[in-house]
């Protein structure tokens, strides 16, 4: 078995147990203390081969392997914070949830470009970020990396919190809309009625094309506005983002479509129309 594979198996396994957990009991608070346990235990099992048997191993393990499982204790670790510091007041409440995510979007802004990096899948730096070396405790970019250790390269370290803020980040939206009433979708005289992956997809071009802006609003930032806009749950749109990147045929099928609707209705389109078709 590849060294990594039977990591891909015990994070299956340790997620099917969180599961468990979250279903035998009503109580959140005593569910995350007892998954960040469990997580715990798992991370100790996650250690780094001595030598891998080739470079892509190693970058898997340290951009995917070990980041997973590390995401997995930083969100439940931060989640047992906010759950055991809510205020009991409904408004109080939400005015706290409000408030954490400042530190989500400070760490995002603080590691600039390696959050870009992040979201948009890029590898080609993955050499110097995802095997060990003396270059990793110097590469500092826009701010000084956390330390390293022999499981974990910095810029390891910091997509598992990247990660664990996605995962968050998630949790607060979720959790503001229940307590402001707002999951009655049908009140929107607007709705979004292609796929998530497609809204996923445009979020993506907004970004890659700048138009947002002038290009300084994070994929974070344009995800969410478009999240609330429609009304939808875009908490994993990193995920998404990577399964439409391995698509076998084009991997921009809802621009393409797009581009094919506007062009058929601009030459079916009246000149003196205001574009408004039937």
């Known amino acids: 078995m590849n060294y990594n594979e039977q990591f891909k198996e015990l994070f299956l396994q340790m997620k099917g147990e969180v599961a468990a957990i979250a279903s035998a009991s009503s109580n959140r608070l005593r569910t995350v203390q007892e998954s960040y346990l469990l997580v715990s235990n798992y991370c100790e099992q996650v250690k780094a081969a001595s030598k891998f048997e080739s470079p ?65 899948g890029r590898s080609e730096f993955d050499g110097d970020l995802f095997i060990r070396s003396d270059k990793n405790r110097t590469l500092m970019l826009t701010c000084p990396l956390p330390i390293g250790d022999r499981h974990a390269t910095p810029a390891g370290k910091v997509f598992a919190k990247f990660r664990a803020y996605d995962e968050l980040h998630g949790f607060l939206e979720k959790e503001i809309s229940r307590l402001k009433n707002k999951e009655d979708k049908g009140s929107s005289a607007i709705q979004w009625t292609a796929t998530k992956a497609a809204l996923v997809e445009l979020a993506y071009a907004l970004k890659a094309s700048g138009a947002i802006n002038n290009g300084n609003a994070t994929i974070r930032d344009i995800a ?55």
């Open 224 to 278: 969410t506005h478009l999240e609330r806009a429609f009304q939808q749950d875009l908490s994993q749109f990193y995920r998404t983002f990577q399964e439409i990147r391995i698509r076998k045929n084009s991997r921009t099928t809802f621009l393409d479509r797009l581009k094919e609707k506007l062009e058929r209705w601009m030459d079916n389109t009246d000149l003196n129309s205001k574009g408004e078709g039937e």
């Open 56 to 120: 892509e191993q190693e970058v898997e393990f340290f951009k995917k392997i070990r980041p997973g499982f590390e995401a997995e204790l930083i969100y439940f670790g931060e989640l047992y914070y906010i759950l055991s510091s809510l205020p009991e007041r409904r408004r109080d409440a939400i005015r706290f949830l409000l408030k954490q995510y400042v530190p989500v979007r400070i760490y995002s802004r603080r590691y600039q470009l390696l959050y870009e990096y992040w979201c948009l």
